[in-house]
């Protein structure tokens, strides 16, 4: 699996911008994506040291529009922590 077929797009929300600070980075990934495959990923796509990654299945929820009902898409979410040598990632740097 490719780097780039890995890692699907960085999750912005005030509590993962609140962790940017202390060098945690939010992702969504593939779902058949392990802990080592994404730590592979972040290294090689951001240049950084991974400390640490931390994975969690997100279920879709239940939305009405109407009386009609659906679910939302379900995703895996990767928290990445670098090392405290680390470079920072250039990209989460611009938003916060």
Known sequence: MVAHDVIIRPIISEKSLADVQSKKYVFEVAKNANKTQIKQAVEEVFKVKVESVHVSNVYGKIKRQGK?????????????QLTADSKTIEFFDSLS
């Open 68 to 80: 009609h009902e659906g679910l939302t898409g379900s995703y895996k979410k990767a928290i990445v």
